[in-house]
């Protein structure tokens, strides 16, 4: 496969390493000082636990060119109008593999309604001066699959591909035919739990205050109230019934947690902020997928 990855930030440079070791024919592109970094160093990777950097040379570009089998995007909410605009002469299928709560229709309308494919990433991890820390597999994180679906829902021929091909670099992927809802649903989750933890300085410190625990548990409750529709997964229909006790005692545990410490949670930047404001704007509007 001919792949472009389109964003070399923490989950877009884990899955470039990934492919590229599989044996793909991968750029990943970058701009600015991690694109110098990467074209004199290449991907550097740290593993919790190991002081050992390992350095994958993927070939990185500045800009796209050509034709691609398959462009995956990984930036933020925010960024996305600008990555739109950059591929409307490329050619290739786009799968966006991030935050998004619009559904697919603004996407498809600059780049070809056909060209497009939702997912979300599984990996994570922080960016520590350029080198990608993040935690080693675990029996539950190889549960958790990388959720792809076609916009309408169907199950087609390029996306069983895509589908298989993940799985054969590695990861655990699986075809999504409510990609729409899915990503609504999450961030329906993600936007309380991210604003709350940079309002408290990072997810211990939100752990550390009960009360924070609470508020944003009311705004996640609120949320998928007023999604309209089942969450998807369903087990996000949890947050709607079960106690509010046991639920901000697991919220807590889960805060202190190393997931949720050694991932994009403590990434107190500015850029972060405005992701979360931009996934908040779109909640706000009406639905646009399944």
């Known amino acids: 496969m001919k792949l472009l990855v389109y964003g070399a930030g923490v989950c877009g440079s884990l899955f470039a ?92 309308a600059v780049i070809g309604h056909e060209r497009v494919l939702l997912g979300f990433p599984t990996t994570g991890g922080t960016m520590d001066g350029g080198v990608v820390r993040y935690r080693g597999s675990t029996v539950l994180t190889r549960r958790v699959a990388i959720p792809v679906g076609e916009p309408d829902g169907r199950s087609t021929p390029r996306l069983e591909r895509i589908v298989e091909t993940f799985r054969t670099a590695g990861f655990n992927a699986k075809a999504e035919p409510r990609m729409g809802a899915w990503l609504r649903t999450h961030a329906a989750f993600e936007v309380p739990l991210g604003q709350a933890v940079l309002a408290a300085g990072g997810p211990v410190a939100l752990a550390d205050d009960p009360d924070a625990v609470r508020g944003m548990l009311q705004l996640m409750r609120r949320n998928l109230a007023a999604l309209g529709t089942p969450p998807v997964p369903r087990v996000f229909a949890a947050l709607r019934v079960l106690p509010r006790g046991l639920l901000v005692a697991v919220l807590r545990r889960f805060l202190k947690s190393p997931t949720a410490v050694h991932s994009g949670l403590s990434d107190a930047s500015p850029a972060a902020a405005a992701e979360l404001e931009r996934l908040a704007e779109q909640l706000r509007a009406p639905a646009g997928g399944r």
């Open 17 to 108: 390493v990934r492919m590229h070791e599989a044996g793909h024919d991968v750029s990943l592109l970058a701009r600015g000082e991690r694109l110098a970094a990467l074209r004199q160093h290449g991907v550097r990777l740290m593993e919790e636990g190991d002081p050992a950097v390992r350095r994958v040379p993927v070939p990185v570009v500045e800009r796209p060119d050509g034709a691609y089998d398959l462009i995956a995007v990984f930036v933020r909410t925010h960024q996305v109008d600008a990555v739109l605009e950059s591929l409307g002469g490329v050619q290739g299928d786009v799968l966006f593999l991030l935050n998004w709560a619009a559904g697919p229709e603004p996407l498809g």
